[in-house]
């Protein structure tokens, strides 16, 4: 069952930036690209009781006039509508009840989502008297809590996960979530809906997802996939330029919860800043990537056409050049089969373990090519290997002095790694550690 989305909405100060931090402990960053929506964190994982839910921030507003704030509240609303099964409200309890939380409840209202209502900034045992003004924003019973101090917010947590359908957020899935990614118009709906028609939807939509945003399993040659956050995709003729805007942030969303990104190209236009721009999203978050160029129909064929293009993804996303290329036409159906087929393969490689004694084996040989760095007389030792983590695959390299390991040595590692083991299209990441 997939993950239950919780968006955080309320009023610029009122508190939940901080109650986001000590929730999830970290902060998510994307590269700001959207004028007048200045974010810094927007999707984070976080559990409680067991339970694995996400939070979306829905933030990012600049106080400005009231007016302002209002519409952009408006945007708020409507975003989390669209993405969330929960709408977490936050106010201010310093302030009490201030009109714009009452237009603000009544936005929230309309969208017939679960509501939980937090009063912040109740820092203290004794309850003051005008917290009980909240009961009149109709949204049940205020929680009164204090996000800087921690105070009540196992009580908060959960009325949240109360609020979650019947079984949402308890266990992970067995199926490769995949995300397609890429510009406007590259295609994405045209190849998710060949995917969709071709291959048996099992249940859809999912419990635990909201209305709006659906997570669409499907399953192809006895495996299982799951698209995720399509249908605002697909929804695409319906968006008004707000939701436009938040168009990054659900492409954010949609990135974290998967375990593949399908990057899609168009074959007419080539790497565009837009594309350098989603790529690097991707590849940040430790993805899977699958880059797939779409409208190969409308690319006049020479010999060296497909290398041509290699040759420019390969210089313009230097960054992923682990990521396998597929060249698809959706409009014919050209190798469509191929995109499912990669994504199970780059999850795959993704989840892989490499055996210590293998890795060591490698490592040493490699280190017998190639000396290792040194610096003033002393020499890189790399005393042993071992890989730690999966999804993205993390190697620690436990080693006697961590700044005689040069960039240009990892990365002849990793060279080596790769070509031993393979992992296409997963990033890998390493950790030194000095012995002691
Ligand atoms: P946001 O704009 O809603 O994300 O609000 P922030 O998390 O940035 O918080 C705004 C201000 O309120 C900051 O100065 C916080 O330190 C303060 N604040 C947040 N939570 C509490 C709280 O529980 N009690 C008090 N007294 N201040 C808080
Ligand atoms: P999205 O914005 O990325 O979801 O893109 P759409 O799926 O809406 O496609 C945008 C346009 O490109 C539509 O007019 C599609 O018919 C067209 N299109 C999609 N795939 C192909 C393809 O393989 N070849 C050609 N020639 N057109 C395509």
């Not at 974010?39 to 984070?44: K, S, T």
């Not at 203290?124 to 009540?152: C, R």
């Not at 790399?382 to 983590?389: A, E, K």
């Not at 700044?403 to 080596?416: C, D, G």
């Amino acid at each position: 069952m997939s993950k239950p989305l919780v968006a955080v909405v309320g009023r610029p100060n009122v508190g939940k930036s901080t109650f986001f931090n000590k929730v999830v402990g970290k902060r998510v960053s994307i590269v700001e690209d959207t004028p007048g929506v200045t974010r810094d964190r927007i999707y984070a994982e976080a559990e409680w009781s067991g339970i694995h839910f996400a939070l979306i921030d829905t933030g990012g507003i600049e106080p400005e006039s009231k007016d302002v704030i209002l519409s952009q509240m408006r945007e708020q609303a409507e975003a989390a509508m669209d993405t969330s099964d929960v709408i977490l409200f936050m106010v201010d309890g310093k302030d009490g009840i201030t009109a714009s939380d009452r237009e603000v409840a009544a936005m929230l209202m309309k969208t017939g989502k679960k509501i939980v209502l937090a009063v912040n900034k109740i820092d203290t045992a004794k309850i003051p008297d005008d917290f009980y003004d909240f009961y009149e924003l109709g949204l049940g019973e205020p929680i009164p809590v204090s996000a800087a101090n921690m105070l009540n917010l196992g009580d908060l947590l959960d009325r949240i996960i109360e609020s979650f359908p019947q079984g949402a957020g308890q266990e992970e899935e067995d199926s490769v979530k995949i995300a397609m990614i890429g510009k406007p118009n590259v295609g994405k709906s045209s190849l998710i809906n060949k995917l969709l028609g071709e291959n048996r939807v099992i249940v859809s939509p999912i419990a635990g997802t909201t209305r709006d945003s659906i997570d669409t399993p499907f399953e192809k040659d006895g495996e299982r996939y799951l698209l995720i956050d399509t249908a605002g995709i697909r929804r695409r003729s319906k968006v008004s330029e707000n939701i436009e805007k938040f168009s990054v942030v659900r492409a954010v969303a949609a990135i974290e919860r998967c375990d593949v990104c399908m990057l899609m190209i168009d074959a007419q236009d080539g790497i565009t800043e837009q594309d350098k721009k989603i790529a690097g999203i991707a590849h940040d978050a430790g993805k899977g990537i699958v880059i797939v160029v779409n409208k190969w129909d409308l690319i006049d064929k020479e010999t060296n056409t497909m290398n041509t293009f290699r040759k420019e993804i390969a210089k313009e996303l230097a960054f992923m050049s682990y990521a396998p290329i597929v060249f698809i036409s959706v409009l014919t159906g050209q190798r469509v089969d191929n995109v499912i087929k990669m994504a199970r393969y780059v999850a795959e490689n993704r989840a892989m373990r490499v055996p210590t004694g293998q890795l060591n084996n490698l490592v040493s040989d490699a280190m017998m090519m190639k000396q290792p760095p040194s610096d003033k007389g002393r020499r890189l030792k790399i005393y042993y290997v071992t890989q730690v983590g999966v999804k993205p695959p993390l190697f620690s390299f436990k080693v006697n002095s961590r700044s005689l390991m040069h960039f240009s040595y990892a990365r002849y590692m990793e060279n080596k790694i790769r070509e031993a083991f393979g992992f296409e299209g997963t990033s890998i990441k390493f950790v030194f550690r000095e012995k002691g």
